[in-house]
Structure formats: structure tokens, C-alpha cells
């Protein structure tokens, strides 16, 4: 099973350790960390925690969280291509259900400021969740989205999930979303995958 990724125009690998400056950098942004991490500052262990916990996923559950690069980066071709700039951030992970509701796996993704509007979150996004349904055979997806970003409450509808249920009152409040295995199949949402 191979865990890296390509659509037209990003190449999605692993996040490892290698990749920890540039998803500090990216994390710590205000931009990124305003919806992703409640406006809070991530520290470098956490980062280091985070990229810990997105292996050991891959390890286990088939899934984690992905390093969004150009299409021309290639994870063999050494250090210099892992200089490439990061685009940003897509993957899955383990999320306690809204209020209380169980385990989920959540879709989660970020991109710097600057690629924003382009269409590479749900491009990006599309590959993840036809490696989820498709390959490692997730059967639900959820999104938790601030209400405050309507950015990402049209991706998650781009990508065909469907409201799912309010969350708790938060500074921002929070909707969830939800994709579904037997519709993303029934569907093939494969527009933006590269064999």
C-alpha cells in the first residue's frame, strides 16, 4: 500500500520529522492557526507530537496526516526536493465526536495563505478521501468546521459530504460534515487523482 499521494498538481507524502520547520512555520502562521488551532500557538513539541501521532496512525489505521508539495516533488529525489515549499497540510485523524458521540476519523487541512482560492484544499482533500474509502476502506469521514470559515464549509460541500449535526457554542461555533463510504464509491469523486 503506498502512502503517497499525487493529483494534478500536488504531491502528498507523509508528514515526518524532516518536515517539522516548514509545519511549524505553516502551524504557527495566524492565518492557519486562527480555524485549525483556535487561534492558538503550537509549540515545537507539539509539532513533534503531532507528526509522532500521524506515523503511528499510518502504522495502524492505514492513514494520517499528508505534506502538500508541488507536483514536481519527488520523496526520492533527497534532501534538496524536501526543500520544496509546502502548500499546506491534508489528512485524516482520530477525533472525539461532537458532544461526546464517539470516535470519529476527521478530515483536517490547511494551506498557506498565499495558495488560497486556487481549489488545492479540495483537490488535496479528494485524493484523501479516495485513499480513505478506497484503499484503507474508512466506511465515515466527518469535518468539524468553525462556522466563522465559510471557506472550508464549501469545500467540505465541493466534496460532496453533507451537514451532519451542530456542535457545541464555541467562540466561533462548530458544524459538523459528514462523507460516507458507500456514496463517495457510488459517486467516484476521483476528478483531480493521478493514477
Known sequence: MSEVLRTVRLALHPVSMRDHGALLTHWT??????????????????????IEASERDFATEGYGL???????WSPGAGAAAHGSPLVGV?????????LGHGVDVEILYSLEPDHWGR???AEASRAVLDYAFGVVGVHRITA????ANPASSDIALQ?????WREGPAGPDGAAYYAAERSRWIG??????AVP
Not at 29 to 50: C, K
Not at 144 to 147: K, S
Open 29 to 50: 502562521g495566524p492565518l492557519v492557526r486562527r480555524h485549525l488551532f483556535d487561534d492558538r500557538m503550537v509549540t515545537p513539541v507539539q509539532v513533534s507530537e503531532i
Open 66 to 72: 499528508w505534506a502538500l508539495r508541488p507536483a514536481s
Open 90 to 98: 491534508a489528512g485524516l485523524s482520530h477525533h472525539e465526536g461532537p
Open 119 to 121: 481549489g488545492l484544499a
Open 144 to 147: 468539524e468546521i468553525d462556522t
Open 159 to 163: 466534496l460532496g459530504m453533507r451537514r
Open 187 to 192: 459517486s467516484r469523486r476521483i476528478a483531480d
